[in-house]
Each structure stands twice: as C-alpha cells, then as structure tokens.
C-alpha cells in the first residue's frame, strides 16, 4: 500500500470505481481506491441493473444521458463487456395527468438533446404486446433505456481506472480519518495508514459510517427492494423469435412496478408504498454479500395490479426473488461535493440509481477535485442543498415518503407532507390562524398564500392555474395598491467583520461594496465567470457588512465563503441561520406603515432606497433596508426571532386603517415576474454568465479584480452564448413553470426557466434563455413556449411590463 497520495476513494461499489476511473481521465494518477471486501460488495452486486434518463431535474437528467453513453467507452478501454441491453423504455400513463407529466418530460427531453417519443396506447401495445392497453391512456418512449451487468460494469470502470494508473486495495478496511495539521487526511485502515491530500466517501450502504468517522451525519437511508425474476415465459419466447430482439423496459405508474427482459423470463422490481429503511442508525460491518428475507405481503398490492396490467406475468412461475438495500438521500438524488468545513473531504453517496448516475457523479466529481469545478450545473445533487435541519430523524421520513412516491407524480403546487413541520417562527400558528397556506422552504414553514375566510387553505394539486389563483391575485393587486405584509425569514443572512471585509467582498463579488448605510445588490461568480450567487449586501459601518442570499444555498455558499477567507483572520464570518428573523412590508402606503412605528426619518429622502439603518421599529431593535422584490416602495425588517412575534403584532395593528394584507411567496414571486426580476436557481444558476443572465449594472468591470473577472471581461467581448429574456406567453388555464422548451420558426432553440400569471399587468408571463442572436427578435408572436404538449405564442418584452422606469420602488 502507497503511505502518501493524492486522492484516497473509500468504497469500491459502481459508484468509487467511477470517481477512481474520472480521476484518472482528468489526469490525476496518483489515486486509489480501498474496499473492505470486494468490489460491488455493498449494494452493487444485487442491483438489477436497469438505466434511464428520466429524472425530474434537467441537469441530472443530462448527467444521466452522459452515463449510458460512457458505457461503450468503458468497453473499449478495459475489454470488459457491461453486459449492455439498449432495449428502450416505455412509460405508461393510466391518467390524464400523468400523460400531462410524459407530456412535459417529454418537450424537456427535447431542448436536452435526448430522444423520446409520445406514442398511442395500439403504438405501446405493438412495441409490448405483453401489456393490456384498456389499463393505459398513452405512453411515452425513452430510446436510451437500457440495462446491463452490475458486476461487468464495475469491473469495467475498475479496469480502466487501473490502466489510467490508479492503484485499488481489496480487503482492507477505512477504520479511521484524522484531519493532519498540513490539510490532509490520515487514513486508518485494517492493512496499514496512509496520507491523503483529499479523501471521497463513496461508502454506499456505509456511508453514514464514514461520515461519521469526521463528525458527520449525512442524510443518507437505506431502504430494502424487491424485484422477482420469472421462469422463461412462451410470451417473451415468442417476441423475441418474431421481432428478433428484446422486449423493452416498462414503467407502469399506477402499479408502481418496472420490469424488463432477463434472459427468457421477466424482472420485476416495485415501489410499493408499505416499504422499510434497512438499518435505520448502524449499517453493521460485517455486511456482506448478503439479501434480505423477501417479504412478498408488502409487494402484493402492486404484484396485483401489475398482473392485471400485464396478465401474462401472472401465469409465469417466479424463479427468484431478491430482497436489498441501497441508500438514498431525502430527495432521492445523490449527495455530491466538498463538505463545507472539512477540506480535502468529499462526497459521493446516496447514488440510489448507479447504473444511471455513477457516471456523472464520478465525472463531476473528478473535475470539481481537479479543476475546482464540476463543469456542470450539478445542484440537484450537492451535498450542500442540506443544512443542520435534515437530521437522522427527518432523513428517515423523508426517504420513506420518497421511496413510496417514486412513481407518483409531484405536482408542481404539491407540498409534500413528510417531517414537518421540521422549523417553524414565532408567526406560523398567527399566520395559520390567517388562512396562511404553508410550503417547505429549506426545512422551514413559509407562507405560500392566504385563504380568505370561508375558503379552505389547501391547494388542489395541478398543472393547471389551481385554486390559490384568485386569492394570488387579491394578494398581488393589494400590493400594488395598498401595502403588504410577508415573512421573510426564510432568507440566507450572513455577516462579514473585521478590517479585511470589505476588500475580501469585493474580491468575491462583481459589484462595488457600499458605503455605511447603504446597499448594493451583486452577483458572485466562479472562476469561470458563471453565476454562483446573488446577494444584497449592506454596509452597517466601516468594516461590518450584513448580506441575504438563496436560503437553499447557504451551505453551499458558506463553502465558497470559507475557502476564500483570508488566513489572517482579518475578516470574521457569521451565518445567522434562524438568530435572525424578518418581516417584509411592501405597497404604496409601506412608508405610511413603517413611519407609524418609528421615530426615525423615513422620508423619500431621509430614507432612499437602497438605504440600509439600523433602528428601533416598534420597539425592536431592527436592522430595515430599503429594498423589496415586489417591484413596490418596501421595506425587510429584520430582527432577532424573540421580537417577531411584536413586531408583527405592531404592524398589523398600525396597518389595520392602510388596508394591510398578508401575502405570500406566490405572489411574491408573481409581483417579480411583472418587473422581470430574475430569481436564483431558476433563471440565475452556475451555467449562466453575469452578461447572459441581463446582469450587466450590477458588475462593475472597473474594479481592478474579483473572481471571475477575466471570463465576465471575456463574455461581454464575445457578446455570450445566450441571453435571459422576459416573454408575454399567449397562455390558456396553464402558466409556465420553468423547463419547457422554447420555439422560434419551428425549433427548440432555447428553455423556459420559470413562469406565472401577472395579476396586475393581467397577462401570463414567462422567462428563460435563447440564443444572443435571436434576443432581439421582438416581433408579436415570434416565439412559442410549448406548455403541456401544446406550442403557445409568446412575444419578448423590452422592458419590464409593470412600472418599467422603477418609479414605484424608487420614489
Ligand atoms: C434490489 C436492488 C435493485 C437495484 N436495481 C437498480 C437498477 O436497476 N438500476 C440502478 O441504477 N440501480 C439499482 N440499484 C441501486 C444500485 O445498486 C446503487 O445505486 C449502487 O449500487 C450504489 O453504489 P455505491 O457504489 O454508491 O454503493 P455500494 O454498492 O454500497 O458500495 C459501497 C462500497 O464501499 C465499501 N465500503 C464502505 N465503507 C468502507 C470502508 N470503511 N472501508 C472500505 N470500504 C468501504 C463497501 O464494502 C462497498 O463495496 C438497486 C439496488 C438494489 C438493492
């Protein structure tokens, strides 16, 4: 065994041996693996083997289509066969809606570049005569479905990583992990130490274990699986004499069954909503190559449907049934990327489809180890979408919900209900009280909108414009006519202290920093010049700078925060997290309201926007900025949580006379759409430049460096790839949500990123990218967006269509 390298991968499952294999194309040798048994000893060996691209995140998604292409390649480098099926999938609808969801996978796969098609139920039928089309209404299918042997393929990156001159120890076990003085990690082992520049988790059903060997407890569960094997059925006997090839896969929704060709006979695997975690706190190590006891009670309601839905199935005798586990993360995708606080620390885990996603996990791994950067938008599979809240407890109903619901739709207005609520503020049973209708945001209870008296504060889940859409409306027109009041709490809030602050922040963001009292909003990118966030920063005096950001990417950012610190500990950073707490008041009589509950000046001009002060608001003391995303003349009033709840007590009752309203981040998010404000992770993500995105007045290229200069310089000589444009879509009953495609002269050539009704310009509205040349192409009807199957005229708009010289926020 080497005693010094570069990068050490604990686990030797589908997973490691793909982050090995990547490290080694990117370049770096000095690497290797170590495994405690033998490779594929953990969930690798027993997985069925099934790949696909579908995946309800466009990126992973993508990630996926690269990890079936990589198979070939992997073939050809190792001369070890993967064992490879392309038999194609089909997905079949039993529903109106779920034809709506093929519908919209399908017109997303279109602007990925991935081949699908929307057939008839005689057209599914023909492709799997094995189905009874009277149980269907249509289906959709997916050319790069496929499967292959779990065993081979591992095998197959394993190979070819030690060609690339990675190093793999087999039978040795990672007992324990020490952070060294210099940075790098002491690797304990049961053969000997070693030394380590980075180390990579990719533990699978051990995960939690080697986590928790640096402190850690990662939201990761195991959750048993079944799938049975059939004997050789005359059905599939007969197909494959006639056609000359193999069924295909199938995904059947209402059963919650998949199911594919294996030699003569059938595999078929469920998701049955009765399911177990394995090993809810201590995966044991001496788990070895071992199954579980099948429990064929648990799948027998979807073993039922299923053989209604493919009657063939039920006469076939059942050779084998294997019972597993595999991991998952509270979301289902994986846990990807550098732990924030832990340097040289990496994870890959909760990969619970490794034949679809170990590629990609493997290749953004390895680039983000040796470039700094995955290369990728790989945020649906950051380790940092967690914070301190996705806790043992929450991770276990969460997964649980997740597994049941593998094959149920999500609806783009369905909150789910597992773990919560997990945080809640001071306000929730007050806004509740309201009609206040609650959305998980970041493990927090956020208000989404307000149910009138009389009307139930529940949303009906849909595609379509729903049941919150009149009462968004009266929230978003109280607005703009009176004044508004929502809870912000859900913000990221940092502080940066000390001498070195202000010249840190400027290295870090694009924007010049502001004066005491005074705000700027500036994006960060990476070196790269793509966009990694978003902020508003305020100056509260020299060498103290308060900053909100994406709650969703606190830790995410933290990271980014604290790999750039000075080492000479000039500047202090602190996250707030919940020790600091806001209310948002927004609308024409906002000033009225705020001066009711201040002796300060509040004036146009004793309180300009984008001015930021600290001062007492009903008693509190509070820290307000002149700023709000509604477009309106508004304020954040932020707090410490134990003032909240008077706060908010004390503008309401100043209110009551100014027509004050409750709102939620519906309309919040409406109000933005009208003023063509871009919104982070949906129109402002790491495959954007500042310049694509419209971001060009809050970059100030005269600043003499900050990361990402270089490339933002670069951008705007080269004028970008794409541009962010605002769309007046001719919509019906459906808005856009963001993903679907859009159209110019009959081709995909650019994507929606998020969509809604603008209730006060009374026009549905959308944003996304398109291509530079064609961002001026303002002509009526230029372009479409296709919404639910069906292609809808849109026309960019210039300007902003509410108040488009800012008049209202400014005045
Ligand atoms: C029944 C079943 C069916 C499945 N079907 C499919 C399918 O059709 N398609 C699909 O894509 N996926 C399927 N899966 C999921 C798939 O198996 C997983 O996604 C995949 O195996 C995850 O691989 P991994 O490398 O992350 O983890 P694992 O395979 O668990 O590998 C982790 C490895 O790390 C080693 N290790 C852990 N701790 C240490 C340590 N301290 N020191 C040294 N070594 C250590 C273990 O010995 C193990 O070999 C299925 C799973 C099951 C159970």
């Given amino acids: 065994m080497k005693t010094h390298v570069r990068v050490a991968v604990i686990g030797g499952g589908v997973v490691g041996c793909s982050v090995l294999y990547h490290l080694t194309k990117a370049g770096w040798k000095d690497v290797v693996l170590i495994e405690r048994d033998q490779l594929t000893s953990g969930s690798t060996w027993h997985a ?33 066969s993967c064992g490879l099926h392309r038999s194609g999938g089909l997905l079949l609808a039993d529903t109106k809606e779920r034809m709506e969801w093929l519908k919209m996978a399908h017109a997303r796969a279109r602007y990925l570049g991935l081949e699908t098609e929307l057939l008839t139920m005689p057209e599914a039928k023909n492709l799997l005569p094995l189905l009874e089309e009277k149980y269907f209404v249509g289906a959709m299918l997916d050319a790069a479905d ?52 980075h180390v990579v988790n990719a533990g699978g059903l051990w995960a939690r274990e080697v986590g928790r060997m640096v402190g850690l407890e990662l939201p990761v569960l195991a959750m048993e699986h079944m799938y049975l094997v059939t004997d050789e059925m005359p059905e599939v006997v007969e197909f494959n004499r006639e056609r000359g090839h193999e069924l295909p896969h199938a995904i059947d ?63 076939a005798g059942i050779k084998r049934v294997i019972n597993g586990p595999f991991t998952f993360s509270p979301d289902g995708n994986p846990l990807v990327g550098p732990v924030q606080g832990l340097p040289g620390f990496w994870c890959a885990c909760a990969v619970m489809a490794g034949f679809s996603q170990g590629g990609g996990v493997g290749l953004a791994l390895a680039q983000w180890m040796v470039n700094g950067d995955p290369g990728f938008d790989v945020w649906a599979m950051d380790v940092a979408r967690y914070g301190e809240w996705a806790t043992r407890g929450y991770t276990n109903e969460k997964v649980r919900e997740n597994y049941a619901r593998r094959f149920s739709i999500r609806f783009p207005n369905e909150e789910l209900p597992a773990a919560r609520p997990q945080q809640t503020t001071a306000l929730y049973d007050v806004l509740l009280a309201q009609g206040a ?53 859900n913000f990221a809030k940092y502080e940066f202290v000390g001498e070195g602050a202000e010249a840190y922040l400027a290295k870090l963001m694009t924007n010049r920093m502001p004066l005491p009292g005074r705000i700027v909003l500036t994006p960060m990118l990476n070196h790269q010049g793509k966009l990694i966030g978003d902020f508003t920063i305020a100056c509260s005096e020299p060498g103290r700078y308060l900053m909100w950001g994406s709650s969703q990417a606190q830790i995410h950012h933290m990271r980014w925060f604290e790999a750039h610190l000075p080492a000479n500990g000039s500047v202090r950073l602190h996250r707030f997290g919940m020790s600091l707490t806001g209310i948002s008041i927004a609308g024409p009589h906002s000033r009225e309201l705020l001066a009711r509950l201040t002796d300060e000046d509040v004036s146009s001009k004793g309180f300009r926007f984008l001015d930021h002060r600290l001062m007492e608001v009903a008693n509190c003391p509070a820290k307000v900025n002149r700023v709000t995303y509604t ?73 003499p460096d900050f990361i990402g200069r270089d490339a933002a310089l670069a951008e705007k000589a080269g004028g970008g790839k794409v541009r962010r444009i605002s769309l007046a879509v001719d919509a019906f009953d459906a808005d856009v949500l963001g993903d679907e495609p859009i159209w110019h002269q009959g081709k995909v050539i650019g994507w929606a990123t998020s969509g809604g009704y603008g209730h006060c310009v009374d026009r549905s509205l959308a944003q996304g990218y398109v291509p530079v040349s064609l961002a001026e192409d303002s002509g009526a009807g230029a372009f479409e967006v296709e919404i639910l199957g069906e292609r809808r005229a849109a026309t960019i708009l210039t300007e902003p269509p509410f108040d488009p010289s800012g008049s209202r926020m400014r005045g």
């Fill in 48 to 80: 069925a083997g099934g790949f696909h691209t579908l995946n309800g995140d466009p990126n992973v998604a993508k990630l996926q289509g690269y990890t079936i292409g990589l198979y070939d390649e992997l073939e050809k480098i190792s001369g070890q």
């Fill in 146 to 197: 496929g499967n292959l042997d779990p065993y081979g393929t591992t095998h197959a990156y394993a190979k070819s990583a030690r060609i690339g001159g990675a190093e793999i120890y087999l039978h040795t076990r990672v007992t324990a992990l020490e952070r060294r003085g210099d940075g790098t990690w002491h690797v304990s082992t049961s053969n000997g130490s070693l030394n380590a520049e």
């Fill in 253 to 315: 929704f209402k059963s919650e069954i998949y199911m594919r060709q294996e030699h003569k006979g059938i595999v078929l695997g469920t998701y049955e909503r009765a399911c177990v975690p394995w090993q809810p706190r201590t995966t044991p190590w001496d788990f070895g190559a071992q199954l579980l006891e099948p429990d064929l009670d648990r799948i027998a309601p979807s073993l039922e449907l299923g053989f209604k839905h493919f009657p063939a199935m039920a006469k």
């Fill in 437 to 489: 209708v609650m959305g998980d945001s970041w493990g927090l209870e956020t208000p989404l909108w307000f149910a009138p008296k009389g009307v139930e504060p529940k949303d009906v889940v849909s595609f379509h414009r729903s049941n919150d859409f009149p009462h968004i409306k009266a929230e978003c027109l109280a607005v703009r006519s009176t004044v508004g009041l929502t809870e912000i709490a």
């Fill in 631 to 703: 477009g309106e003349l508004g304020y954040e009033i932020w707090v410490a949580p134990e003032y909240q709840r008077r706060l908010y007590d004390r503008i309401c009752a100043a209110g009551r006379d100014l027509s004050l309203i409750p709102f939620g981040m519906r309309a919040l998010l409406c109000l933005r759409l009208e003023k063509n404000f871009p919104t982070w992770f949906r129109e402002l993500r790491p495959i954007y430049g500042v310049f694509e995105a419209g971001l060009d007045r809050f970059v100030d290229l005269s600043k």
